[in-house]
């Protein structure tokens, strides 16, 4: 079973950058979007950014300007640079694999925690 393994999670002062990334275990096929969600306690699951097997990118108001997807095809591995980073974005980020066919993935999350 392939999973999504994130990595670059951590404590960060409000204003400072961190960067995340997320690459499969595996082979994964059919590979269409792959993307960042965010979950801060008490809140639902939301959109950060993401970007398309063509490249094309689409980013949740809140973060545009500051935070920049990409992604290595070739390994299908996809990264988020975040800068100017608030205290309201402490939380949990998911990657996930969106498939032209087949189910989706997601990985377990990596804590992104901004102190004041």
């Known amino acids: 079973q392939v999973q999504l393994v994130e990595s670059g999670g951590g404590f960060v002062q409000a204003g400072g950058s961190l960067g995340l990334s997320c690459e499969p275990s595996?082979?994964?096929?059919?590979?269409?979007?792959m993307g960042w969600y965010r979950q801060a306690p008490g809140k639902q699951r939301e959109l950060v950014a993401d970007i398309s097997s063509d490249g094309s990118t689409n980013y949740a108001d809140f973060v545009k300007g500051r935070f920049t997807i990409s992604r290595d095809k070739a390994k299908n591995t996809v990264y988020l640079q975040m800068n100017s980073l608030k205290p309201e974005e402490t939380a949990v980020y998911y990657c996930?694999?969106?498939?032209?066919?087949?189910?989706?993935?997601w990985g377990r999350g990596t804590q992104v925690t901004v102190s004041a």
């Open positions: 996930t694999v969106d498939r032209y066919f087949g189910a989706d993935y």
């Open positions: 595996g082979t994964i096929f059919g590979v269409k979007t």
